[in-house]
């Protein structure tokens, strides 16, 4: 019998990847989302994509009564909860919102879990609770760091709750994935990043520039210790990244964790700087960027890229997309929209 992934914030950029990629791999999934941060255009290309509608519920993970009819309609052996708040300055202006919003879904979500008979559940993480490294690149064991924003730091506080919630809940297992900086888009380019209003992500804001959306690219500080002056991160394709829930969706339900509570960090191993992944996607797409140096963005860190070395191991799973492919996929994206009038 199939089994059955709940996919919170499952319209979403990175809920739309994983959906396509859960339902190429024989699972079926159920999509809530309180579409807060999009449209139905990611739920509508996973339409298309896989040819045939999921199920579609419009709920807010913040009513727990809501929460907990999910658990009642669906037979759910996994969860992937992705609905949550992500910007990091708004989160500085209005922690409460962010609070609120992130960390009562969470726990609404795990309540249900529990009390439904229990469930595996993964969270969305992110490298943010590593903070500024003393050295990368970072593995699991690495301290995390005290966070400097709200947002961050409900990151830190989902992770305890679903470290204690294991340890104290036999019948919950957990698995938080820490994504480095996701970018790209399926390559059909029927889904990918839509950000509302100016986007606050490098790769969105190259793309708008490059189809004339922004006037001008800001690389934020190229004074920094490293070798061009620009930051460095570790990009990890979309695609691989869904692969990646997969790939640990899978290990839940077979029942192959080694620990009922697992930490994975998610990204290629491979630093890149602003400058370099600016000029790569120059090259790739053949066009000429607008673009200036700024003023260092507050609050960014200097370095940072992951070791993936136990996802690779544990999980089975590998980054694959070349830099190209997956700058290009943002450019077709970038270019579907534009004709489809978004
Ligand atoms: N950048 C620019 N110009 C822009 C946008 C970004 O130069 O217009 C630079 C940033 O300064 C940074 C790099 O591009 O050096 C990447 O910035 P992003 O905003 O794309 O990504 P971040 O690494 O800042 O953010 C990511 C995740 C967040 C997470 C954060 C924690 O997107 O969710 O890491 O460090 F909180």
Known sequence: MKKTVLVSGGAGFIGSHVTVELISAGYDVVIADNMSNCDMTGYEGVSKIIGR???FIRMDFCDSQAVDKLFSDYRIDAVIHFAAFKAVGESVAEPLKYYKNNLMSFLNLLDAAHSHGGCNVLFSSSATVYGEPDQSPVTEQTPRQPSTSPYGNTK???EDFLRDCVKAYPDIKGI????????GAHPSALIGELPRGVPNNLVPFITQTAIGKRECLSIFGNDYPTPDGTCLRDYIDIVDLAKAHVCAVSRMIDGKMKEN????NIGTGRPLSVYELVTAFEKVNGLKLNYKYADRRPGDVVAIWADPTLANE????????????TLASAWAWEKHLAETGK
């Open 53 to 55: 509608e999921l199920p």
């Open 314 to 325: 544990e999980l089975g799973w590998k980054a694959e997309r070349s830099i190209e492919e």
């Open 176 to 183: 938080a994935l820490r994504y480095f900086n996701p970018i």
């Open 261 to 264: 509570y697992e930490i994975f």
């Open 156 to 158: 830190q506080m989902c």
